[in-house]
Nanobody
């Protein structure tokens, strides 16, 4: 059974840091472009970062310069390092995997993603 198992997250003060991890089982992340999404209460799910097989990254304006997406295919794991956290970063965060046909491609469209993590809550106190 394919699983993307997320860990990390939690509660932090504004300005703090957190790291999220997303480890795959029964799935080789090397075959996928990967992304991180978040959803705040009452809001739609939004992509905040994606990374291609080749390591090309794309970020939303809301997190650019503060968050870093990375992948370690040897460990079959995706990461999101979050810094200078703000209260508006409070949300449920999800990792996701999209099959790629271009090694430099990643997508910010949730419809392109086939597998999803279970979600992990990040709460930033102001």
């Amino acid at each position: 059974q394919v699983q993307l198992r997320q860990s990390g997250g939690g509660s932090v003060q504004a300005g703090g840091r957190l790291r999220l991890s997303c480890t795959a089982s029964a799935l080789t992340l090397d075959d996928y472009a990967l992304g991180w999404f978040r959803q705040a209460p009452g809001s739609e799910r939004e992509n905040i970062a994606c990374i291609s097989w080749s390591g090309k990254t794309v970020y939303s304006d809301s997190v650019k310069g503060r968050f870093e997406i990375s992948r370690d295919d040897d460990k079959n794991t995706l990461y999101l390092r979050m810094g200078t956290l703000k209260p508006e970063d409070t949300a449920m965060y999800y990792c996701a995997a999209a099959p790629w046909s271009d090694k430099t491609w990643c997508s910010r469209d949730a419809g392109n993603y086939r597998f999803w993590g279970q979600g992990t809550q990040v709460t930033v106190a102001g």
